[in-house]
């Protein structure tokens, strides 16, 4: 779906409104006093909904960083230019203490060759890309009969040592999902076939690409193999290519159908990455920061705007526009993790650097840009009053309250660590396996009015986080914070 025509604005006046906002944020007002709380209430849903029409910061992220940077692989060059780039957008718009936090990855690259042909008794070509962790062929390749599983379970159930000189095909039936639940159901094909294949002595395996479209596009990403168990050539093919394989199957009879597959992905070792992080300072920067996260790293094959240049700019924009009502009480930190695609590196370097640093709440973004449409805490039955107040603002823009328990994403494993608070704002998921780990992860399919909807669903309940004074997880009040904050 096209970004509407009022999206297509010039990077330049982007980039010059964004800029006016972000001095507006350096122009903080004086501390807010309790007598205040109401009229910041009405402050804050003026900005968000001024953000709704209008917002033009979480935009200039994502068509900056896709347009100047584009992909940006764990480990490589590209994902440094990513974060250089990050953090000058990050300093150009007021945020502090902007920083490149350094840790180290054993990195994956794809390589460029990824052919795949059945030889017999149908020959022909199948579109594939190599899965995070594959082993590369053979140079020239490697053919081998196929073994075709329906699913994930129908593999676990083979025999040991059946599919010794044998390629797996391991297809599923995933379904798009308003929360993307189905993810859950065939995302095992990608995440484990390979490795149970390899244990049951497959020379490679080809599974069917776990996304919901129909265009010949691989959607890629990890899989992992077993302690013990060399990694072995493992591909996805296209939605339409598995397909066709699977009515080969049909009308194969008793005739092995053999596939000849050529990967040269390889490991380059050792690298560096980092998460950068940014802050909106707090008037009382001893109390413990509401932290934003999302993953500055996309896969190769795309510029990764759904996954997750748009996170990063909703978050951003969140940030910038809380501010605008005034310098919060808390500290706004956003984290944009590096490595997060090729094994939650950053998340997990993020929490074990600052494991000793509370802080006060989670909220991660990486489900794409389309509108968010429900509220999730983990504190609804310890802090209702501060649920039930974020849950109203929230609703205006069309977000249902919710009894589910928040968990957090990917990259909120400090959060889960200290075990804070944690929110979830739910997207709209329906067609975002449509695109995920796909060449077509473009910045055309960001609907800019359903972003600005994120940004200020976002921006409601960073701000109200953010000018909270007492513990979000229990509601009990904290001694450092400000006396003419304590109600
Ligand atoms: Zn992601």
């Keep these: 779906m096209p970004a509407d025509s009022s999206a297509r604005m010039t990077t330049k006046t982007t980039r010059l409104a964004a800029a006016a906002i972000a001095a507006a944020t350096l122009c903080l007002s004086p501390a807010l006093s309790a007598q205040d709380n109401s009229a910041t209430a009405d402050s804050l849903a003026g900005v968000a909904e001024d953000a709704l029409e209008n917002d033009p910061i979480a935009w200039d992220f994502v068509e900056g960083i896709t347009t100047e940077v584009g992909p940006r692989q764990a480990g490589t060059e590209a994902e440094a230019r990513g974060r250089a780039w990050a953090m000058e957008w990050l300093r150009e718009r007021g945020f502090e203490n902007v920083a490149d936090e350094p840790f180290e990855l054993d990195t994956w690259v794809p390589g460029d060759v990824w052919k795949a042909r059945v030889t017999t008794p149908f020959a022909q070509e199948l579109i594939v890309?190599?899965?995070?962790?594959?082993?590369?062929?053979?140079?020239?390749?490697?053919?081998?009969?196929?073994?075709?599983?329906?699913?994930?379970?129908?593999?676990?159930?083979?025999?040991?040592?059946?599919?010794?000189?044998?390629?797996?095909?391991?297809?599923?039936?995933?379904?798009?999902?308003?929360?993307?639940?189905?993810?859950?159901?065939?995302?095992?094909?990608?995440?484990?076939?390979?490795?149970?294949?390899?244990?049951?002595?497959?020379?490679?395996?080809?599974?069917?690409?776990?996304?919901?479209?129909?265009?010949?596009?691989?959607?890629?990403?990890?899989?992992?193999?077993?302690?013990?168990?060399?990694?072995?050539?493992?591909?996805?093919?296209?939605?339409?290519?598995?397909?066709?394989?699977?009515?080969?199957?049909?009308?194969?009879?008793?005739?092995?159908?053999?596939?000849?597959?050529?990967?040269?992905?390889?490991?380059?070792?050792?690298?560096?990455?980092?998460?950068?992080?940014?802050?909106?300072?707090?008037?009382?920067?001893?109390?413990?920061?509401?932290?934003?996260?999302?993953?500055?790293?996309?896969?190769?094959?795309?510029?990764?705007?759904?996954?997750?240049?748009?996170?990063?700019?909703?978050?951003?924009?969140?940030?910038?526009?809380?501010?605008?009502?005034?310098?919060?009480?808390?500290?706004?930190?956003?984290?944009?993790?590096?490595?997060?695609?090729?094994?939650?590196?950053?998340?997990?370097?993020?929490?074990?650097?600052?494991?000793?640093?509370?802080?006060?709440?989670?909220?991660?973004?990486?489900?794409?840009?389309?509108?968010?449409?429900?509220?999730?805490?983990?504190?609804?039955?310890?802090?209702?009053?501060?649920?039930?107040?974020?849950?109203?603002?929230?609703?205006?823009f069309g977000v249902a309250d919710s009894t589910i328990v928040a968990t957090g994403g990917a990259d909120l494993n400090i959060a889960r660590d200290q075990d804070a608070a944690i929110i979830d704002l739910q997207q709209d998921g329906t067609r975002y396996f449509d695109l995920h780990h796909t060449p077509d992860d473009t910045l055309d399919k960001i609907d800019i009015a359903q972003l600005r909807q994120n940004v200020a669903v976002w921006t409601s309940v960073v701000g109200i986080l953010a000018n909270e004074s007492r513990a979000i997880r229990t509601g009990t009040p904290i001694p450092s914070a400000p006396a003419v904050m304590d109600e």
């Design 129 to 396: 890309q190599p899965l995070g962790n594959s082993a590369a062929t053979p140079v020239g390749g490697m053919e081998a009969e196929l073994v075709y599983f329906p699913t994930v379970d129908d593999l676990r159930a083979a025999p040991e040592g059946s599919l010794e000189g044998k390629i797996a095909f391991i297809s599923h039936e995933m379904r798009p999902a308003q929360d993307g639940s189905h993810y859950g159901f065939a995302g095992p094909a990608r995440w484990v076939g390979a490795g149970i294949a390899a244990s049951k002595g497959a020379i490679a395996t080809v599974i069917k690409a776990v996304g919901t479209d129909h265009h010949r596009n691989p959607h890629t990403g990890g899989t992992s193999f077993p302690e013990g168990i060399d990694p072995i050539p493992a591909a996805a093919m296209s939605v339409p290519d598995a397909e066709n394989l699977e009515r080969m199957f049909e009308r194969a009879g008793d005739k092995p159908i053999r596939l000849s597959l050529e990967l040269n992905p390889r490991r380059i070792g050792i690298q560096k990455s980092g998460n950068v992080v940014g802050e909106i300072v707090g008037r009382n920067p001893g109390l413990p920061p509401v932290l934003l996260a999302c993953h500055i790293d996309s896969w190769w094959n795309a510029p990764g705007a759904f996954d997750d240049g748009a996170g990063c700019a909703i978050v951003a924009a969140a940030a910038l526009n809380a501010a605008r009502i005034g310098q919060p009480l808390r500290t706004i930190r956003v984290l944009f993790a590096g490595a997060e695609e090729t094994g939650l590196w950053g998340s997990k370097a993020y929490s074990a650097a600052h494991i000793d640093e509370p802080i006060a709440v989670g909220l991660e973004s990486d489900f794409g840009a389309d509108r968010i449409w429900r509220f999730e805490s983990n504190f609804r039955g310890t802090n209702a009053d501060l649920h039930s107040k974020l849950a109203k603002a929230v609703a205006r």
